[in-house]
């Protein structure tokens, strides 16, 4: 019985063509021989009704979790009442071939061969279905060879082999995208081409396979038409947050999910249903508790993983208190707390106070449990795009849009002041602009509040001071006035209270707890 309506989808038909080397040419007389015997029925990817356990296979790209946790929080926000129990072991190196180059980590170690741990995975896992994503370190990134095909083809043929006996399904991805362009190694691109046509062929013979080394390929191949510098990520190989929803993407559609073509990021996927967001967080933050205690109860031979994981029943304890949370606020009638995301640099991070004594911890304190404050300061941080440690580029700019939130607070450009920032003033209000709409842009759609920011008591610090600040806060307030945005006033909150900035920037205890109730009061008058 299938999970999803099964939409099917071929890369194969798709993909960038490359020249037959000459053993090849024999292919046309072997498939004219093949057509003429019974083909097997292709087995649809599917998760069947019966699955309660999903193990996912695979290298450094799967042990990230990315993808895995996307797929997760799909299924989990589309069949609420659905219990099942989704392990990663994924291994960072492995391969299924056994091959390794000579060398590999600066010669510390070869890679982790699969064959020396599938047994035991399988045993303790006792898995219902298996996702297998294997072939990225498999050609040992060289040109393509018969020897080394050979030895993945036969690596895995035997993972199939192991887990049709352990009566367990199986779904093959092909090979993730290798940006063989970034990294001036083009021959292990066609490599990988090759390793995910012949894994797509095995649909033929009855394998249940989904392609992701496809929807990669095209995607970044449309993109660069606009965006020649476009990559997933630095190093060619394993994919940024883009890149793994589109491996997510490409499974779920795989499995026949329908509304995803107009999704492009986790998020959107998340915010298609109630409390999705949430959900996608817990399940992230579920998958990377288990994920090490798996692999180390398990056993592998590949060092410089997390030895000091906590055994797989105490990290079950806390995973299993998540899944609760999951399940309740996915039930009928529940109300969700209003998230406010709080965003700024190191006063908002919480430097100068006591640890849970930042301004965004004594907020939460103070709103109760129906609210859920997010704190996302960042030390040293910019407004200023050109400043020299701009918000912009931190993951926490994306997280805090990730997370929709129904209010945002807003706290920056006291690092601006400083000389080498406040050089681009005149961006100042600008680049303000644009952040305060890539908020407002939000599916939540959220309340935006504007702080002017904490005063600098003299001679101020860091280069940070008093006299530019001054100059900054005219543009908030009209900016708040453009946007339709509140004001806080947090600079009026603590001016004159030399006291609560013992270092002339940073609020102490005393001082968050001024700025928390200030902004308490103007979260709840709206």
């Not at 292709?42 to 296979?57: G, N």
């Not at 329908?258 to 949430?278: N, Y």
């Not at 920056?412 to 961006?427: E, F, I, S, V």
């Amino acid at each position: 019985m299938t999970y999803f309506p099964t939409q099917a989808f071929c890369w194969k038909d798709r993909r960038r063509s490359f020249v037959m080397p000459a053993p090849m040419k024999i292919l046309p007389v072997l498939l004219g021989l093949v057509s003429l015997l019974p083909l097997h029925a292709q087995e649809k990817p599917e998760i069947p009704a019966s699955a309660h356990r999903i193990v996912f296979l695979g290298d450094s790209i799967t042990y990230a979790g990315q993808y895995t946790a996307d797929v997760e929080a799909y299924v989990t926000t589309h069949q609420p009442g659905r219990e099942i129990d989704w392990i990663n072991v994924g291994l960072p190196s492995e391969t299924v071939s056994g091959l390794s180059e000579p060398g590999h980590a600066g010669g510390q170690f070869p890679r982790p061969d699969l064959h020396e741990r599938l047994d035991r995975v399988l045993v303790q896992t006792k898995p219902d279905l298996v996702f297998a994503c294997y072939g990225m370190n498999d050609g040992i990134y060289l040109p393509f060879d018969e020897t080394r095909f050979k030895a993945y083809q036969d690596g895995i043929q035997w993972l199939r082999d192991r887990v049709t006996a352990a009566h367990a399904k199986l779904i093959l991805l092909t090979p993730p995208f290798f940006d063989g362009e970034k990294v001036h190694n083009p021959a292990y691109s066609t490599t990988l081409d090759r390793y995910a046509a012949w894994l797509l062929d095995q649909r033929k013979v009855g394998w249940a396979v989904i392609d992701i080394h496809g929807p990669m390929t095209d995607y970044i191949t449309e993109r660069r038409k606009k965006e020649p510098a476009f990559v997933y990520g630095g190093d060619g190989i394993h994919p940024n947050d883009l890149g793994h929803w589109i491996m997510a993407k490409a499974i779920l559609q795989g499995l026949g999910a329908r509304d995803l073509d107009t999704i492009g990021s986790a998020a959107e996927m998340a915010a298609l249903k109630p409390q999705g967001v949430r959900v996608l967080d817990l399940v992230r933050r579920r998958e990377e508790l288990l994920r090490d205690s798996w692999l180390h109860e398990i056993g592998h031979k590949r060092p410089g993983m997390n030895d000091k994981a906590p055994a797989v029943k105490d990290a079950a304890v806390t995973a299993s208190q998540m899944a609760k949370e999951i399940k309740e606020i996915q039930s009928p009638g529940y109300k969700p707390p209003v998230r406010v995301a709080c965003v700024g640099d190191s006063i908002t991070q919480g430097a100068g106070a006591a640890p849970g004594k930042s301004y965004p911890s004594q907020l939460q304190d103070l709103l109760g449990a129906t609210w859920e404050v997010k704190n996302f300061g960042v030390s040293g941080r910019t407004l200023l795009k050109q400043g020299d440690y701009p918000y912009w580029k931190e993951k926490a700019y994306e997280q805090a849009k990730e997370c929709q939130p129904a209010m945002v607070v807003i706290m920056l450009g006291t690092n601006d002041t400083k000389p080498q920032n406040w050089a681009h003033k005149d961006d100042f209000h600008a680049d303000y602009l644009e952040l305060i709409k890539s908020f407002q842009a939000l599916a939540s759609k959220p309340r935006v509040f504007l702080c002017r920011p904490c005063p600098v008591p003299e001679p101020g610090n860091f280069g940070i001071n008093e006299t530019n600040l001054k100059v900054e806060i005219p543009i908030i307030d009209q900016l708040a006035k453009e946007t339709g945005s509140a004001i806080i006033d947090i600079h009026a909150a603590l001016e004159n209270k030399p006291a609560l900035l013992p270092d002339h920037v940073h609020p102490n205890n005393e001082g968050a707890a001024v700025m928390a109730r200030t902004i308490a009061a103007a979260l709840k008058a709206r």
